[in-house]
C-alpha cells in the first residue's frame, strides 16, 4: 500500500495540456497539443511509428518539459519544480524495462520500494501477482525481456499508481501477460485514477480505451 501523501492539492482534471509542442533543437517533435483526461478517463493513443507518441508519454511523465503552451499533471505545471512531488503518483511503463541488471528482481523492487517509502514486504506478493514469484532471486540481466516487462507490471501493482501511462505495453509478451494489462487499467480506473495507453496498433487501443486520438506528424487527431 502507498505511503506518500497527496502533495499537490486535486485538480479537475488528472491532465490538462493546452497548445503544448515539444522542440529538439529546432525540429518540432510534438505540435499544438491539447488534452484533457480526468479520473476514471481510459485515453488511447495510436500512430506510425515517430509521430511523437513516445514524446508526449515522457512528457505527460514530467520527463520532458513543453517548449511551447501550458501543461499539468495533478495540477503540477509540467515547466515548474512541483512536477517532480507528482512523480509518485505516475506509473510509466516505456519501451526499455529500466532494471539495475546487476541486481535481482527483488533488489530492484526493493530500491523502488524504499524510494517511495512503501512497505517492503510488499515486494515479494507484487511479484508474485505477475507470475515472477521463482524468478525474483534471479539477476536483471539473466531475465528475458519478457521477464523484465513482467516486474515493469509487478512494480504497478506494488506503487498501486493514480495515473497510468503505457508505451506498447503488450509489447514482447506472452497471452497470459497481454491480461496483465487489461488488470492494471481495470485496477487504476478502479481507484479513481486514470490511464493513457500508446500504440501503434488501434485495435489494441480501441479495446481498452474509451476515447482514442491518433498522432501524425506530432499532432494529435
Known amino acids: 500500500m502507498r505511503l506518500y501523501p497527496d502533495v499537490v492539492s486535486e485538480p479537475t482534471a488528472i491532465?490538462?495540456?493546452?497548445?503544448?509542442?515539444?522542440?529538439?533543437?529546432?525540429?518540432?517533435?510534438?505540435?499544438?497539443?491539447?488534452?484533457?483526461v480526468g479520473a476514471g478517463d481510459v485515453v488511447g493513443l495510436y500512430g506510425a511509428n515517430g509521430a511523437g507518441k513516445?514524446?508526449?508519454?515522457?512528457?505527460i511523465a514530467t520527463l520532458t518539459r513543453p517548449s511551447q503552451g501550458r501543461g499539468s499533471v495533478f495540477g503540477a505545471d509540467l515547466s515548474g519544480q512541483d512536477r517532480f512531488l507528482v512523480r509518485p503518483r505516475i506509473g510509466y511503463i516505456g519501451h526499455t524495462p529500466g532494471w539495475y541488471p546487476e541486481l535481482t528482481l527483488a533488489e530492484n523492487m526493493g530500491f523502488v520500494a524504499e524510494a517511495m517509502g512503501i512497505d517492503g514486504s510488499s515486494v515479494s506478493p507484487s511479484l508474485a501477482a505477475v507470475g515472477l514469484e521463482g524468478a525474483k532471486d534471479r539477476r536483471a540481466d539473466r531475465c528475458s525481456h519478457g521477464m523484465q516487462r513482467r516486474a515493469e507490471f509487478a512494480r504497478v501493482v506494488m506503487t498501486e499508481p493514480d495515473l497510468l501511462l503505457l508505451d506498447e505495453p503488450h509489447s514482447a509478451l506472452d497471452a497470459d501477460a497481454i491480461d496483465l494489462v487489461d488488470s492494471?487499467?481495470?485496477?487504476?480506473?478502479?481507484?479513481?485514477?486514470?490511464?493513457?495507453?500508446?500504440?501503434?496498433?488501434?485495435?489494441?487501443?480501441?479495446?481498452?480505451?474509451?476515447?482514442?486520438?491518433?498522432?501524425?506528424?506530432?499532432?494529435?487527431?
Not at 15 to 36: E, F, M, Q, T
Open 15 to 36: 491532465v490538462l495540456l493546452s497548445g503544448v509542442a515539444v522542440h529538439a533543437g529546432a525540429v518540432p517533435i510534438l505540435r499544438d497539443v491539447d488534452l484533457n
Open 54 to 59: 513516445t514524446t508526449l508519454l515522457r512528457l
Open 184 to 221: 492494471l487499467v481495470k485496477e487504476t480506473i478502479g481507484r479513481g485514477g486514470a490511464a493513457i495507453l500508446v500504440s501503434h496498433d488501434r485495435r489494441r487501443v480501441d479495446g481498452l480505451a474509451d476515447r482514442t486520438f491518433e498522432i501524425s506528424s506530432g499532432a494529435l487527431t
